[in-house]
T-cell receptor, first 116, second 113 residues
Framework: DAGVIQSPRHEVTEMGQEVTLRCKPISGHDYLFWYRQTMMRGLELLIYFNNNVPIDDSGMPEDRFSAKMPNASFSTLKIQPSEPRDSAVYFC??????????????FGAGTRLSVL | AQSVTQLGSHVSVSEGALVLLRCNYSSSVPPYLFWYVQYPNQGLQLLLKYTSAATLVKGINGFEAEFKKSETSFHLTKPSAHMSDAAEYFCAVLSGGYNKLIFGAGTRLAVHP
């Protein structure tokens, strides 16, 4: 398997613009996670899905952030409008499950977002 | 609530020296503990995982970690550092509902000749 695939790897945009980050999880994984990594706050879970359904979005910072998973092989994280403080590395991860040997999360390479 | 504390944001060792990265956890349920490594400009890669089967866990690249319940610790070690080990290392614990990974702040390991 190719692993978790994220695109784009780098995104530079201007404040106020809409940004869409994309993720393709590992085939057969039922769980998908979106994380944000910053120097100040470290790695934070934003939202996770089970079988394409959002389960917990308590980590989403504001209404400007939204995430969707229209099917088992694709998810998006959208920021509208973007602000400079959204600049961070955004990671997508997927896992088979939550319990036992199924709860290993596999991470994509991340999208580095810079909002000017 | 579950949490992890990594002691030392930066650790520097000589090539061939012992690597010791410290992690202490807090958990109200039997913990699932993980160590991940992040190389520059890459995502996180699993090094090893503790699931209560054995207290000494062996991972990839010669790393291992020992679970000590009495000390609530899960320190990561490697007998002999290699230049390629230079990276950032994250300790993580699964939340009480086993549905979220809670990460520590990370330890950046530098290996010098």
């Amino acid at each position: 398997d190719a692993g978790v695939i994220q695109s784009p790897r780098h995104e530079v945009t201007e404040m106020g613009q809409e940004v869409t980050l994309r993720c393709k999880p590992i085939s057969g994984h039922d769980y998908l996670f979106w994380y944000r990594q910053t120097m100040m706050r470290g790695l934070e879970l934003l939202i996770y899905f089970n079988n394409n359904v959002p389960i917990d979005d308590s980590g989403m910072p504001e209404d400007r952030f939204s995430a969707k998973m229209p099917n088992a092989s694709f998810s998006t994280l959208k920021i509208q409008p973007s602000e400079p403080r959204d600049s961070a590395v955004y990671f997508c991860a997927s896992s088979l499950g939550l319990a036992g040997g199924r709860n290993i999360q596999y991470f994509g390479a991340g999208t580095r977002l810079s909002v000017l | 609530a579950q949490s992890v504390t990594q002691l030392g944001s930066h650790v520097s060792v000589s090539e061939g020296a012992l690597v010791l990265l410290r992690c202490n956890y807090s958990s109200s349920v039997p913990p699932y503990l993980f160590w991940y490594v992040q190389y520059p400009n890459q995502g996180l890669q699993l090094l090893l995982k503790y699931t209560s089967a054995a207290t000494l866990v062996k991972g990839i690249n010669g790393f291992e970690a020992e679970f000590k319940k009495s000390e609530t610790s899960f320190h990561l070690t490697k007998p002999s550092a290699h230049m390629s080990d230079a990276a950032e290392y994250f300790c993580a614990v699964l939340s009480g509902g086993y549905n979220k990974l809670i990460f520590g702040a990370g330890t950046r390991l530098a290996v010098h000749p």
